[in-house]
């Protein structure tokens, strides 16, 4: 489907399940703003796609994302955006948490707060969204989930400023731009999937595989492109937080973060990012839409075990499990 093209393409639902169907599809929502929908397969359900594809059906997106949902988060966001007292800011964003759990104790599918996230806090244009697109459906699907878990783990941990959480998304959206070069490989992605769970694997990886010149090259240098790409555009609020790039990307060899900093030494704000990117990874297989709550719960990585990042996590499970307890005044 063409970018310019207003019009949502229609196919056989039964084709799902063949993965036969094109790369994209234009997803417009209000306002008609464009959204660039990965394979539509990728990010429905398995069991949706058991029940339709014998049917000769028409797809219909509403089937994976309840409109109440997306509209519910949607509406709560736009409300965040405009308050500006702490205990305002604090009430919101508890109800936000308690309609999190009850949304996703019930099988609701992931996409819909993730629709509802990009709508509200999305500032990466969408050229540089295709580009993501283009170069990997499973990186696109990637940046879009870690940046709407960065808005809950933020919120989670008690950051209720509209603004800081919108830059929270955008550099989680925006982490692995880096990445979208022509050298860009399976064995690149396999990489980043190896550095996520086990820090400094990464480069091991590629060795093993004889990777080429150019993959080590991607996999290396795109730390500092997306810190680049994040400074140039100006779409933060707090521009400092672009660091979080540099910080969030540990070295290689393990040894630690850009620059010398320890693992110990990173503040919160990096943690959210560092979370938020753990969270998911590079491949189709990842399925935790339907379930997210105990996927969250129950989310395994070595990563959480270093300090800010396992508060950060600990918080996030606290104010998803106990969100009747959260009071509306802090103290």
């Not at 464009?34 to 997106?61: C, E, S, T, W």
Request: aromatic share 14%.
């Amino acid at each position: 489907m063409e970018a310019d093209n207003k019009k949502l393409e229609k196919l056989p639902v039964k084709e799902l399940a063949k993965k036969v169907i094109c790369n994209g599809h234009l997803f417009l929502m209000s306002g008609e703003r464009k959204f660039y929908l990965m394979k539509p397969g990728v990010f429905v359900d398995p069991n949706f796609i058991k029940a339709h594809a014998a049917r000769d059906q028409i797809f219909d997106f509403e089937s994976v994302i309840n409109d109440k949902v997306y509209t519910n988060f949607k509406k709560l966001f736009h409300e965040l955006r405009y308050l500006q007292f702490e205990a305002d800011l604090r009430k919101k964003c508890i109800e936000i948490i308690k309609s999190f759990h009850s949304s996703f104790s019930t099988g609701e599918h992931f996409l819909a707060f993730a629709i509802a996230c990009y709508e509200e806090f999305c500032e990466v244009s969408f050229d540089d969204l295709k580009r993501i697109n283009d170069v990997d459906l499973n990186l696109f699907r990637k940046s879009l989930y870690s940046a709407a878990f960065a808005v809950i783990i933020g919120i989670s941990n008690d950051f209720y400023d509209f603004m800081m959480l919108k830059d929270f998304y955008n550099i989680s959206f925006s982490l692995d731009i880096g990445l979208c070069e022509e050298s860009y490989s399976y064995y690149v992605a396999e990489a980043c999937n190896a550095e996520n769970v086990d820090p400094g694997k990464g480069l091991t990886y590629l060795e093993e595989q004889k990777a080429t010149v150019q993959e080590k090259e991607v996999y290396l240098a795109h730390p500092k492109k997306s810190y680049e790409f994040i400074k140039n555009k100006s779409f933060l609020s707090f521009p400092e937080l672009a660091e979080i790039v540099l910080y969030q990307h540990e070295l290689t060899n393990g040894t630690g973060f850009p620059r010398g900093v320890a693992k110990g030494q990173v503040s919160s704000w990096e943690a959210v990012v560092i979370l938020s990117d753990a969270l998911v990874e590079i491949r189709p297989d990842y399925d935790f839409e339907t379930d997210v709550l105990s996927y969250l719960q129950n989310f395994k990585n070595k990563k959480i075990h270093d300090l800010p990042v396992g508060r950060i996590y600990k918080k996030m499970c606290s104010a998803l499990t106990y969100f009747s307890q959260l009071k509306e005044t802090g103290t």
